[in-house]
């Protein structure tokens, strides 16, 4: 799990079942014999480090984000904006409501990566955790770990720590996979319309092939056996957990079929929402356009994946698009500030539906030890 989620999965997730993204150092540091214990100052220290970097490198990101953001909007003109985004806003409900079906399919990724275990988990148990991790998405820095680290903590308690952890995992791989499948249309729409040197032009190629190439790696890593046989030489347990990881990550394939259709489905919604925002601000629509929108909204998702929200960097993006959405700056701004505006109302989720969707945890055995 990164440094960036490590807070939130603290404050959020730990009235539902612990933090699952932690099981193994967990049961690492529960379990480890003595004699190992003299490389743990060390670790402790390097952990201490790193969150001290990240403790002043958040706030720096956020504050230069917001800076750029400010800067773009005094280039488009505050009175164009308001009323570009003003025009737009009735658009809006129907793009949230296809925000609803694009959660929906995550949560179904979620799902079929979980193997056997999924039949302990309720759906509503799962929809919950994933309208959660939503909204921990569209705010924290590293926003899509930090979401598949609550969910999986919200879920451990009934599909077990271990195969919560895989599926937490496996999410963010088959993402990155479905991601980089995503960004070969866009990326030859994008040299139809503004050419292979055009900025936006090679930076998809460059983001479709290295998500395609780091997704197939996570997943490879995940189902070595070499890290399940060095983890048991370590401590029985830890090696006892991660068998259980990878039982739950060796169920599906190297590259999980399902999964993948179920976060391509969501991407493809992602597309129609964007052709929806472009056309709500005047762009003449396109469907070559449609999907270099797509394009600009997840270049900027990976260049901005330390900026919460990617304030800033989205708007970037899309100014730098705009040649290539044919389409003035104010209004390649506005589909990014409209954006916004979506994972906005998804925040209240995050705030207050644990506490007015109440789930009664499982009794009896936890799920890992019950099968």
Known sequence: MDQGSEGILSTMAEGHGGPALAYTRQERTSSAPPASSKGKPS??????????????LRPIFAVVGILALVLLV???????????????????????AIEFARVGTDALATYWSLGDRARH?????????QLVATAVSGIAPAGR???EAVKAAMIAPWAGSP?????????QAVTLIAAGIISIPCAVASWQIAGPRATITIALIIHSVALLVIGTLMRYGMRARRVC???????????????????????NHLLPGLPIA????????????????AYAVGVPLTFPRALVAQGMNMVGLAVGVLVPGQVGVSEGTFALGADALGTSLAKAISIAL?????????????????????VRPPTGEPAEQAS
């Open 163 to 171: 195969a919560a952890t895989a599926s937490a995992a496996t999410a």
């Open 43 to 56: 670790s402790r220290f390097g952990a201490a480090a790193r969150q001290r970097w990240m403790k002043w």
């Open 74 to 96: 005094r280039d488009a003109g505050i009175t164009v904006l308001r009323d570009i985004l003003t025009a737009a806003a009735p658009w809006l409900p129907l793009v949230v």
């Open 229 to 251: 046989a060095l983890l048991a030489r370590m401590s029985r347990r830890s090696g006892d957990a991660t068998a259980a990881f990878q039982a739950t990550v060796r169920s």
């Open 121 to 129: 988990l309720p759906a509503a148990v799962l929809m919950r955790a």
């Open 145 to 147: 770990a930090a979401g």
């Open 262 to 277: 179920a976060q391509l489905v969501g991407r493809a919604l992602q597309i129609v929402q964007y052709a929806i925002l």
């Open 338 to 358: 409209l954006a916004h505006v979506i994972q906005v109302a998804f925040i209240p989720f995050g705030a207050f539906l644990p506490l007015i969707w109440k």
